[in-house]
Nanobody, 121 residues
């Protein structure tokens, strides 16, 4: 059973920082893209940042220059360093990964349970 478990959310004042972590566990053969999405109340889920197994990154325009995504392939983990946080960053943040459990299998998409980030003004 594959699981993605997030941690690191919380309440922070505007201008502050938080670091989110996500660890993949279970029988995993390989992981391709890992990323972070977020969903604010009344809004659709949106991509925040993504990173390939080779380290190529992609960011939403709204977080460029403030957030940094990284990963540790050996630990099957992905991280999101969030600096200069704004109230509009308030949302539930979800970890996401494309992975396969067998060498001959195909990649499937998995989601974590989400972690709340609240930025007060």
């Amino acid at each position: 059973q594959v699981q993605l478990v997030e941690s690191g959310g919380g309440l922070v004042q505007a201008g502050g920082s938080l670091r989110l972590s996500c660890a993949a566990s279970g029988s995993i053969f390989s992981i391709n893209v890992m990323g972070w999405y977020r969903q604010a109340p009344g809004k659709e889920r949106e991509l925040v940042a993504a990173i390939t197994s080779g380290g190529s990154t992609n960011y939403a325009d709204s977080v460029k220059g403030r957030f940094t995504i990284s990963r540790d392939n050996a630990k099957k983990g992905v991280y999101l360093q969030m600096n200069s946080l704004k109230p509009e960053d308030t949302a539930v943040y979800y970890c996401n990964a494309d992975l396969k459990v067998r060498s001959w299998g195909v990649f499937y998409n998995y989601w974590g349970q989400g972690t709340q980030v609240t930025v007060s003004s």
